[in-house]
């Protein structure tokens, strides 16, 4: 097997002569092609959809809280659910990421050989759990189960403004929606950094160890660094998915049109919760309003994956990986 | 339990199973009330397709069925998509009738009459609803709320409930001192548009926000859906919330009276139905859209109630799908069709208003 894999044995790259390498790298292309098409279809197809409602819109689409497109002077803006996705995404990273990257180097370096690919497969089946199950689990189970946790924040962290909260009802918030997010991500980090931290080269492992390294000076000068893009890869796929999450989030959160740093509170809204919630029984300008609020959404999923993208890259000569 | 064994006791299970059918089928065609009403409708076969309000699906899907085992042959499919959903696939020709939690607006009329080749859209009312105000306070079984107080609670201007406002309408009644857990709708929904509706025409001094399907109160929570903001009544301590009244029933949730100047009223199909009847026409023609007296003054009427329409063509739906629609909604604003209304919950049409639904729906053609 690895003598075919060698180089020696590859065709030489650029131009090929045979028939059967120019049909792949035609299909190749053509995938490629399709995809960029398929984006730039999806984002032409939201604009146009958006126009006429941006265009009837009263109040600034960016900068306003309201979201009332029905009415006769339609006013929407999707500041505060800008606000809520990346609150509810950023907490939810904060909490999945070291968890994910804690089970990942667990099942990949430390747990015994016999018991590792167990609990990596069972974290990858949390993957294949519907969001709605989340929800449900998030409303019926984490929602009364959880209070006593974020009271105990507003008591003894409250002087914090994120930690504080005036109302002292402590469901349905931006917070629960959060964990269960991270719950949701969890799987994705966790598996996609698995597998990079298993691609490092065992020389390099061998190599730190040789030197005296502790376990844990190999993971930071060996394991680290050439596994420090895939980690970036992990965390933004984890992202996406947290930025995009509809039904659970959707069931949990209190809907406000409010821009609310008491994550703790009942309120906050997402642009894909609010989507869902208002898409069936929204008229002809609410329509609109929603498919704008998912053109937002799309360029900020957009940005956040050519901001990891220009990471990776960066990243890309000190890695060790070359 | 060896395998054999088990067969045999499941055959002889099956057995006893299709005896009690044959039995009870039997018994039904000479005594039960609704097989025999079944036996009388006028059937109709083919397929239709309908889409549309969500707050009327179990009211259609409960007379699908009746019609569906009396007419052999004929498929009526009703997808609860939201009435907006639902009116805009009858414009593009997707289906043959639409439900709705509101008359069409002014502006979707002209729409839907393009839609008909030859006719005009009608707005017929099929299914009524009663919006309670539910309530868990532990210690509490009996409440009385008066417009006022309703819209303070809503508007977050009352958030105790020992409240004066409240505690004077209530004095046979001790009262926690606890803040109250307002639950509304995080959906978009008919039923909080009649709600609003309801508080905007009785409590205009208090309630300044007008309807509107979304809701734009501050303060409280918002859950998803009358099944969830149910379940949040359920599960929470000290809180009210609207929600239909077979929601209330399924989740056995208390329900506050309502007092609109005439005394308490409970809310129930006699009570919602007495409102319905007696709602105005906005004109006389066979397209009923109705406006609901929000602040009748009456000792058996509630009046938190809402109306849901079926609208199709007059004229011009279509040749294959004419005689199926028509036959169905002949059905449904029959006698035992509104009948079986009670008993999922929801509130008949009666009296004059049912006798213009059927000219309405005789006029189909």
């Not at chain 1, 990421?97 to 990949?108: D, R």
């Not at chain 2, 997808?79 to 009116?87: F, L």
Request: with cysteine; net charge positive.
């Amino acid at each position: 097997m690895t003598q075919l894999l060698s180089p020696q044995v590859q065709p030489p790259l650029g131009r090929s002569s045979r028939p059967r390498d120019a049909a792949f790298a035609g299909i190749s292309r053509g995938s490629g092609i399709i995809v960029l098409f398929t984006m730039g279809a999806i984002g032409a197809f939201l604009l146009w959809k958006a126009l006429p409602a941006l265009r009837a819109n009263t109040v600034p689409f960016l900068t306003s809280t309201q979201w009332f497109p029905d009415d006769p002077q339609p006013k929407f803006g999707i500041a505060a659910l800008a606000f809520g996705t990346l609150l509810s995404s950023v907490i939810a990273m904060v909490i999945a990421v070291p968890v994910g990257l804690g089970v990942a180097l667990y099942t990949s370096h430390y747990a015994p050989r016999r018991f590792a690919p167990t609990l990596g497969y069972v974290v990858d089946l949390l993957a294949a759990v519907p969001s709605i199950i989340f929800g449900l689990w998030g409303l019926q189970i984490l929602m009364p189960n959880s209070i006593g946790l974020w009271r105990w924040f507003d008591q003894h962290l409250g002087f914090i403004p994120l930690f504080n909260n005036s109302q002292n009802i402590y469901t349905r918030s931006i917070a629960l929606a959060a964990v269960v997010l991270a719950i949701m991500i969890l799987p994705t980090v966790s598996a996609i950094s698995r597998e990079v931290f298993n691609q490092v080269p065992p020389g390099h492992i061998e190599a730190a160890l040789a030197l005296g390294a502790t376990r844990w000076e190999t993971m930071r000068t060996a394991v680290f660094p050439f596994a420090r893009p895939g980690m970036v890869s992990a965390a933004m796929l984890g992202l996406g998915r947290a930025l995009g999450e509809t039904i659970a989030v959707a069931l949990i959160l209190s809907a406000t049109f409010s821009i609310n740093w008491h994550v703790t509170e009942p309120g906050g809204n997402t642009f894909a919760a609010n989507i869902a919630l208002k898409w069936n029984e929204a008229g002809n300008i609410g329509l609109g309003a929603l498919i704008a609020s998912g053109l937002v959404l799309y360029i900020i999923t957009f940005a956040v994956n050519m901001a990891a993208r220009v990471v990776v890259e960066r990243r890309r000569d000190f890695s060790g990986a070359n | 339990m060896n395998a054999s064994t088990a067969r045999r006791g499941f055959a002889a299970a099956a057995i006893v199973l299709s005896l009690t059918f044959a039995l009870s089928a039997c018994g039904g065609n000479s005594n039960n009330n609704a097989s025999s009403n079944n036996a009388k409708i006028d059937c109709s076969t083919g397929s239709i397709k309908a889409s549309g309000s969500t707050a009327q699906k179990n009211a259609i899907a409960d007379w699908i069925n009746n019609y569906q085992s009396a007419c052999t042959g004929a498929t009526v499919d009703y997808q609860a998509v939201g009435s907006s959903a639902g009116i805009a696939d009858f414009v593009n020709k997707q289906t043959a009738f639409a439900g709705s939690d509101s008359a069409l607006k002014p502006e979707d009329q002209p729409k839907a009459d393009a839609r008909c080749a030859t006719g005009k859209a009608l707005d017929i009312p099929m299914v009524g609803g009663a919006i309670t105000l539910a309530y868990n306070v532990n210690g509490v079984d009996s409440l009385t709320l008066t417009p006022a107080v309703i819209a303070g609670i809503f508007n977050n201007s009352i958030t105790k409930w020992n409240d004066s406002k409240i505690a004077d309408l209530n004095k046979s009644v001790t009262l926690p001192d606890a803040t109250i857990a307002q639950f509304h709708r995080s959906d978009g929904s008919g039923t909080t548009d009649n709600f609003t509706k309801y508080l905007a025409a009785a409590a205009p001094s208090v309630w300044k926000l007008g309807n509107d399907k979304a809701w734009k109160a501050t303060g409280g929570q918002g859950a998803k859906g009358n099944d969830g903001i149910a379940s949040a009544l359920k599960s929470t301590d000290n809180s009210i919330g609207y929600v239909e009244l077979s929601f209330a029933q399924d989740a056995a949730l208390k329900v506050a009276s309502v007092d609109n100047g005439a005394g308490a009223v409970e809310p129930n199909a006699q009570t919602a139905a007495a409102t319905i009847a007696k709602a105005t026409r906005v004109d006389a023609s066979s397209n009923i859209k109705l406006k609901v007296d929000y602040t009748i003054k009456s000792a058996d009427a509630y009046p938190i109630v809402l109306v849901t329409y079926e609208i199709t063509c007059q004229k011009g739906l279509g040749s294959s799908d004419l005689a199926l629609t028509k036959s169905f909604l002949t059905y449904t604003a029959s006698d035992a069709a509104q009948a079986n209304l009670a008993d999922n919950g929801y509130v008949p049409i009666s009296g004059d208003l049912l006798t213009a639904v059927r000219a309405s729906v005789a006029s189909i053609s």
